[in-house]
T-cell receptor
Framework: EAGVAQSPRYKIIEKRQSVAFWCNPI?????LYWYQQILGQGPKLLIQ????????DSQLPKDRFSAERLKGVDSTLKIQPAKLEDSAVYLC?????????????FGPGTRLTVT | AQSVAQPEDQVNVAEGNPLTVKCTYS??????LFWYVQYPNRGLQFLLK??????LVKGSYGFEAEFNKSQTSFHLKKPSALVSDSALYFC?????????????FGAGTRLFVKA
């Protein structure tokens, strides 16, 4: 089966600009996650969708970050305006729903550099 | 609140020797535990999980992990290390009780296997 797709792979922007990342999960996976991974740290969950509903966005900086998952498939994560501290790799992951199906499958990530 | 700790930033082992990467966790309910591996310039890959059942779980590439409830640990092990095992390893925990849907990742342990 095809894996999780993400684009772009790399992005360089100046602070105060906006940026958007796209993710296409594995077909049939109901749960979609966006993580932020800062260099030297583990992934930090930003937002988790179950189909097209949000189940956790407690660590999403809502004043500048937004995410949507229309039709319960693709998802977009936006940052507006970007800050220097947003420089990180943004990972998208998906997983099946159902009992014991909690392992996540990750995309290659988008490396964001804010200058 | 749930948490996970990987006490070693780096583990060095000679090829052919056994390896252990340590992980301890804290959750209020039943722990769902995971190990992921990140190779250079590649996304995170699922290795193995513990949800319930036998305390010793086997995963990909000859890795296994032992769930120890009394010590709240889930150490990753392999009987004979390969140079190709050199990578960044992340332990993750999800609260299977009333802790919500979030998966928390550790900071990661870099494994170096020397030929």
């Amino acid at each position: 089966e095809a894996g999780v797709a993400q684009s772009p792979r790399y992005k360089i922007i100046e602070k105060r600009q906006s940026v958007a990342f796209w993710c296409n999960p594995i077909s049939g996976h109901a749960t979609l996650y966006w993580y932020q991974q800062i260099l030297g740290q583990g992934p930090k969950l930003l937002i988790q969708f179950q189909n097209n509903g949000v189940v956790d966005d407690s660590q999403l900086p809502k004043d500048r970050f937004s995410a949507e998952r229309l039709k319960g498939v693709d998802s977009t994560l936006k940052i507006q305006p970007a800050k220097l501290e947003d420089s990180a790799v943004y990972l998208c992951a998906s997983s099946r729903s159902g009992t014991n199906s909690y392992e996540q499958y990750f995309g290659p990530g988008t490396r964001l550099t804010v200058t | 609140a749930q948490s996970v700790a990987q006490p070693e930033d780096q583990v060095n082992v000679a090829e052919g020797n056994p390896l252990t990467v340590k992980c301890t966790y804290s959750v209020s309910g039943n722990p769902y535990l995971f190990w992921y591996v990140q190779y250079p310039n590649r996304g995170l890959q699922f290795l193995l999980k513990y949800i319930t059942g036998d305390n010793l779980v086997k995963g990909s590439y000859g890795f296994e992990a032992e769930f120890n409830k009394s010590q709240t640990s889930f150490h990753l092990k392999k009987p004979s290390a390969l140079v190709s095992d050199s990578a960044l390893y992340f332990c993750a925990v999800r609260d299977g009780g009333t802790g919500g849907f979030k998966t928390i990742f550790g900071a990661g342990t870099r494994l170096f296997v020397k030929a």
